[in-house]
């Protein structure tokens, strides 16, 4: 049998986190000749992973750029991916997620006639501008995939209500979880060593990431001053902050808990130090996506720093909560976890809806079994 082609596109850490399970997948399937397409949307948090998980792109695009804007890295983006979809005659572009690089890299493949696969499909928030631009790029990327990869029964749910027919849809799970069951060490030593030093066994040590656009402003202020307000009142709570590069946030976050004792504003970690770092920690707050879905994995409970999510399984099984953006939903919400047991335990012992570390295996054989 001749061997299926297949152009892997990514462009940020989050989709080479997910995506570097599914290249592992095919490296090691005969019947697959994978070729690696990276844009650089990011450029360092992108190669930190590449690094972390051996990839070696047969493509580097690098169209980042500072201050770009949407507009740029789209156009950048399908200019580069002609050149080398012309060059590879690929059979299927696997994408994943929601990033301009997704909706971009399929619509390159589709101006060239071949097939789409989206990896992540159907995840909706239901508000167009929440997360923006991700909810639209996964509806623009849903339109144009032949095959949709959905992680979970809701996210197919979506996409059957949108109209897409029900063969083309598959439920296998996340491959984020993948990435994470091969990453999280029992004994991990950190490179920092601040990091080292923290006693995870006496304290109450909370993880929180914050970098949504829609946040930055009066959120974010809500945010950082529940936050400051919980340290102040809680002797045993001790939280690290890892930084987003935006200067806005930074600015914000330092202006409440720059000089505080207990709190480490840190430099955002690559993904193995974030990881095991979610995995010593008591518990997460955070606005970032992919970490809702990898926090229940490790038994932490999780708050999330939105309106709505696009991830409702975690709220419904009983491992993540939607704390808004409100300062006292904020602090009451982590004061609860922090001072009732009960409420921690019905959390961290909730069922993990986002998969079984078997994700990209099952990827791969649908796209082998859909060319015999």
Do not use: W
């Not at 000749?33 to 930190?48: F, I």
């Not at 799970?173 to 060490?185: Q, R, S």
């Not at 970098?211 to 930055?216: L, V």
Request: aromatic residues 8%.
């Amino acid at each position: 049998m001749k061997k299926i082609k297949v152009l892997t596109v990514f462009g940020t850490r989050p989709e080479a986190i997910k995506m570097a399970p599914i290249i592992k997948a095919m490296n090691k399937e005969y019947k697959v000749e994978n070729k690696v397409c990276v844009t650089a949307q990011h450029r360092e948090l992108l190669d930190q992973v590449l690094d972390i998980f051996d990839i070696k792109p047969d493509y580097d695009m690098n169209i980042f750029e500072h201050g770009q804007t949407l507009t740029q890295i789209t156009s950048r983006a399908l200019k580069g991916l002609e050149e080398i979809i012309k060059k590879e005659q690929p059979d299927v572009l696997l994408v994943q997620g929601d990033t301009t690089t997704v909706f971009a890299g399929a619509l390159a493949g589709f101006y060239h006639k071949i097939k789409i696969g989206h990896v992540e499909a159907g995840l909706r928030s239901g508000d167009m501008y929440s997360p923006y631009p991700e909810e639209m790029n996964r509806k623009l990327t849903g339109v144009l995939s032949n095959y949709h990869f959905a992680p979970t029964e809701s996210s197919k749910e979506n996409l059957i209500k949108e109209g897409y027919p029900e063969e083309i849809i598959y439920v296998t799970g996340n491959t984020c979880i993948d990435a994470l069951f091969e990453t999280v060490k029992e004994d991990y030593i950190f490179k920092s060593d601040l990091l080292n030093k923290i006693d995870f066994e006496n304290k109450k040590v909370i993880l929180m990431t914050a970098h949504r656009n829609e946040n930055i402003g009066k959120p974010m202020h809500n945010i950082f001053s529940a936050v400051k307000e919980i340290v102040n009142d809680n002797e045993d709570v001790e939280v690290v902050f890892a930084m987003h590069p935006n200067p806005k946030m930074r600015d914000i976050a330092r202006m409440y808990l720059d000089n505080m004792d207990r709190v480490h504003l840190i430099d955002a970690l690559d993904y193995e130090q974030n990881v095991n770092l979610m995995a010593k920690c008591y518990m997460v707050v955070t606005d970032s996506g992919g970490i809702q879905e990898e926090a229940p994995s490790l038994g932490k409970p999780i708050l999330v720093l939105r309106k709505e999510t696009e991830r409702p399984e975690g709220i419904i099984a009983g491992t993540a909560k939607l704390s808004g953006i409100e300062k006292d939903k904020i602090y009451d919400d982590i004061d609860l976890l922090i001072n009732n047991k009960n409420e921690y335990i019905k959390m961290a012992n909730a069922v993990n809806p986002y998969g079984d570390g078997k994700s990209s295996k099952r990827i791969v054989d649908i796209l082998v079994d859909s060319f015999k």
